[in-house]
């Protein structure tokens, strides 16, 4: 789970709910009509603009921001360095006995104990990467589509209530109340899209970089391994998609 998901909704929803109930009572912000309009709308944008697959799939791709396990680049590359002396001691063979958790990894580590030519594990390996980004950018865009919509549809529904009251202005009592329930809709579409929306799509982003970083790195170092090169060559080569400061120094190579 990643709790820095969890702890920033909590603290931002948090915030506003006590801000709310330190002003006045929390029923002056609630109006079934204003929510109505909003979310409503919002919803209904989401269904206009993309599948019904790609609907349906909301609430997976929204909960992937929460229920995320965090990878560790440099674990993947002592995998894969593990998997290239193994198949330098043994034979490239050996390797379909090793067992291998991540999926795109296993997938891998098959196609070079198949003894596949290079070219074609590239290809079908970036297929899948390729397919994988394809997904992860629909999930993306749908986020930020209701960041955009929920203000969008926030500013509708006070322009419609602005509208009603100004036909009433004949009662001075009721501008008030009016006036307060038509800002409501700016108000709810700004906490979804400053709350629930924007900042999600741009964990998912986050996440997707990850994601994919790692499946280069295995794409490389598994071409490194049926070309037979040195374990430690593939390791520096693959030490460069780390930060300077993971990189493995020669004291850890002596270590390992």
Same mark, same amino acid.
């Given at each position: 789970?990643?709790?820095?998901?969890?702890?920033?909704?909590?603290?931002?929803?948090?915030?506003?709910?006590?801000?709310?109930?330190?002003?006045?009572?929390?029923?002056?912000?609630?109006?079934?009509?204003?929510?109505?309009?909003?979310?409503?709308?919002?919803?209904?944008?989401?269904?206009?603009?993309?599948?019904?697959?790609?609907?349906?799939?909301?609430? @997976?791709?929204?909960?992937?921001?929460?229920?995320?396990?965090?990878?560790?680049?440099?674990?993947?590359?002592?995998?894969?360095?593990?998997?290239?002396?193994?198949?330098?001691k043994e034979?490239?063979?050996?390797?379909? @006995?090793?067992?291998?958790?991540?999926?795109?990894? @296993?997938?891998?580590?098959?196609?070079?104990?198949d003894n596949?030519?290079?070219?074609?594990?590239?290809?079908?390996?970036?297929?899948?990467?390729?397919?994988?980004?394809?997904?992860? @950018?629909?999930?993306?865009?749908?986020?930020?589509?209701?960041?955009?919509?929920?203000?969008?549809?926030?500013?509708?529904?006070?322009?419609?209530?602005?509208?009603?009251?100004?036909?009433?202005?004949?009662?001075?009592?009721?501008?008030?109340?009016?006036?307060?329930?038509?800002?409501?809709?700016?108000?709810?579409?700004?906490?979804?899209?400053?709350?629930?929306?924007?900042?999600?799509?741009?964990?998912?982003?986050?996440?997707?970089?990850?994601?994919?970083?790692?499946?280069?790195?295995?794409?490389?170092?598994?071409?490194?391994?049926?070309?037979?090169?040195?374990?430690?060559?593939?390791?520096?080569?693959?030490?460069?998609?780390l930060p300077?400061?993971?990189?493995?120094?020669?004291?850890?190579?002596?270590?390992?």
């Amino acid at each position: 789970m990643d709790i820095g998901t969890v702890i920033g909704l909590s603290l931002a929803a948090g915030c506003v709910l006590f801000a709310i109930v330190l002003g006045g009572a929390l029923t002056m912000f609630i109006d079934v009509s204003s929510m109505l309009m909003v979310m409503g709308g919002v919803l209904g944008a989401v269904f206009i603009k993309w599948p019904i697959e790609d609907v349906k799939s909301l609430a @997976k791709i929204y909960l992937k921001s929460i229920f995320f396990t965090s990878m560790d680049p440099k674990e993947t590359i002592i995998e894969i360095q593990n998997l290239a002396e193994t198949a330098r001691k043994e034979s490239i063979f050996a390797l379909e @006995k090793v067992e291998v958790k991540d999926s795109f990894m @296993k997938k891998a580590v098959q196609l070079a104990a198949d003894n596949r030519p290079p070219d074609i594990i590239t290809s079908i390996l970036q297929l899948e990467i390729d397919a994988m980004d394809d997904r992860h @950018k629909r999930g993306i865009n749908i986020m930020e589509g209701i960041g955009t919509d929920g203000p969008a549809f926030g500013m509708i529904g006070t322009l419609v209530g602005l509208v009603q009251m100004l036909q009433n202005l004949s009662d001075p009592s009721a501008i008030g109340p009016a006036m307060a329930v038509a800002l409501l809709t700016t108000f709810y579409g700004a906490i979804i899209a400053n709350i629930f929306a924007a900042p999600i799509a741009n964990k998912l982003k986050i996440r997707h970089e990850i994601e994919m970083n790692k499946m280069d790195i295995i794409l490389a170092g598994v071409l490194g391994i049926v070309a037979g090169e040195n374990p430690r060559v593939i390791r520096e080569k693959l030490d460069s998609f780390l930060p300077p400061a993971q990189r493995a120094s020669s004291e850890d190579d002596e270590r390992e």
